[in-house]
């Protein structure tokens, strides 16, 4: 059953969730395969499979989360934005959608699982002019952090943290002239069943090199 494979996935992580926690993101899991034909969220091929590629994976990085308001780039069908809330429906959340078809979706979601702290925004990021800023941007699936970094230049204060889902620690891209205007630390995350997985934190130095 699909709540016992969260709860499994929880508890391989060193989470211990409350049920209503579990709870919502079961309702979760089965919206997404409600949606899936209309909205093409997800290549998973069953619950099982998306509950151990993308559960398990957004689960991961709630150490690392805090209490600050935060918001979802490229929520797509809310990972890890949706996730997050399931399991800290107390913070502050916008989940940023351009395509219609997965705004709505989320926005469905967020009524239905009556998550009332997050807001669903269907707009690109660069045209996104919240009246207050989220402390923490986070990112799942976007091409680079680089871009990352100047689609939400526009957010950032001195105190904005800006958290990156990725692979292999990015040396490469770490390298690159605009990362020196941050200070980065790399979380690894063992996600049970994937390769390597990091959780990538960015910083804006306060005397940039």
């Not at 979706?105 to 207050?132: D, T």
Request: proline share 8%; charged share 20%.
């Amino acid at each position: 059953m699909p709540l016992e494979a969260i709860r499994t996935a929880a508890g391989a992580l060193g989470l211990t969730l409350p049920e209503e926690a579990l709870t919502r993101l079961n309702r979760y899991v089965a919206q997404v395969f409600k949606w899936q034909r209309l909205a093409n969220l997800t290549g998973a091929p069953d619950e099982s499979a998306f509950i151990a590629e993308h559960i398990a994976d957004c689960l991961a990085i709630l150490p690392w989360i805090g209490e600050a308001s935060l918001a979802d780039i490229g929520s797509g069908a809310g990972l890890p934005g949706l996730v997050i809330a399931c399991a800290r429906p107390e913070l502050e959340i916008a989940l940023l959608e351009p395509r219609a078809k997965r705004a709505r979706f989320l926005q469905q979601c967020v009524i239905g699982l009556e998550l009332a702290r997050v807001q669903v925004i269907n707009l690109k990021v660069e045209e996104w002019q919240p009246a207050v800023l989220p402390e923490v941007l986070i990112c799942r699936a976007l091409s680079s952090l680089e871009s990352f970094v100047n689609s939400t230049r526009h957010l950032h204060t001195p105190l904005t943290r800006l958290l990156a889902m990725k692979g292999h620690p990015p040396a490469d891209e770490l390298a690159a002239p605009w990362a020196a205007a941050f200070q980065v630390t790399v979380h690894p995350l063992q996600v049970p069943g994937r390769d390597t997985r990091c959780l990538v934190e960015l910083r804006p130095c306060s005397d940039p090199a």
